[in-house]
């Protein structure tokens, strides 16, 4: 029988079709959050690492405005910012002491997503943090992380507590400053981010509306181990295509909207 061998040519086309691909994922991801006015000016990252054993990641050149982005535009940079191939396009190393802390840290952290959004940053204010207002939020009930605000991320040495406070966890607040979200996948971090954004939108707008109402701890928990798949929570149903099919469905609407997204 004859063996199959993998050669150096061919292990370079799959590395560079499965680069393709995360960046054509990302790039669509930017997109999204531009589409849902998620972003803020050309600031906060959303970061992609790529396979292989030398820590490289995507990251967005700095300077465009996130319905800019496109796979070919995005740069791929090290841990420490740098890029490490030619680049007409500047980077912000300092904007990514936050993100370069978490991959380092995080195996599994394979997208990082950071926003600055009003509601987000309007829960990040506010000393209870993210509530179980609703069944969005619910999904983040004792899964989310909580980061005292240090100034602006520039210095180093705020990197292991920020490790710290995220733990083990798929989301952190911020204090004082915004969202991040972690996924295995750019895909899986977007789809986090939205629903934490939307957990914060609709906290906001019933805070307003005067006292109230939320569920016991036990509906919390259950209801949280119900959208995280964790644990046997005894459902009649389960819907584990359900991100699948929402993503699905993202693409779509880019191809209608921003097609361009893949160039």
């Known amino acids: 029988m004859t063996d199959l061998l993998t050669t150096p040519e061919s292990a370079a086309l799959d590395t560079s079709a499965e680069e393709l691909r995360l960046r054509r994922e990302l790039a669509a991801v930017y997109r999204l959050v531009a589409h849902f006015r998620m972003t803020d000016l050309i600031f906060t990252h959303i970061s992609q ?49 936050i993100h370069s802390a978490i991959h380092r840290a995080r195996t599994d952290a394979n997208c990082v997503l950071h926003t600055h959004t009003r509601a987000g940053c309007a829960v990040a204010a506010q000393q209870g943090g993210l509530l179980p207002v609703n069944q969005m939020s619910m999904e983040f009930h004792n899964r989310v992380g909580y980061h005292d605000y240090e100034g602006v991320a520039l210095n180093l040495a705020e990197q292991d507590r920020l490790v710290t406070d995220l733990g083990s966890h798929s989301a952190l607040i911020l204090r004082n400053h915004g969202l991040l979200t972690v ?81």
Request: proline share 8%; with cysteine; hydrophobic share 40%.
């Open 183 to 263: 996924g295995d996948s750019a895909k899986q971090a977007f789809l986090r981010m939205y629903y934490l954004e939307k957990a914060c939108e609709i906290q906001v707008t019933a805070q307003a509306g005067g006292p109230l109402v939320l569920p016991s701890e036990q509906v919390a928990e259950y209801t949280a181990q119900q959208l995280t798949g964790e644990g046997d929570t005894s459902s009649d149903f389960e819907d584990h295509d359900a991100y699948d099919l929402a993503w699905a469905a993202l693409l779509r609407l880019l191809g209608r909207i921003a097609p361009d997204y893949e160039d």
């Open 49 to 97: 690492r790529l396979p292989g054993p030398d820590d490289h990641f995507l990251i967005n050149p700095y300077g465009l405005l996130f319905e800019e982005i496109t796979a070919s535009n995005l740069v791929k940079i090290d841990l420490d910012g740098n890029p490490v191939e030619p680049t007409e396009h500047p980077v912000n190393p300092a904007g990514f002491v």
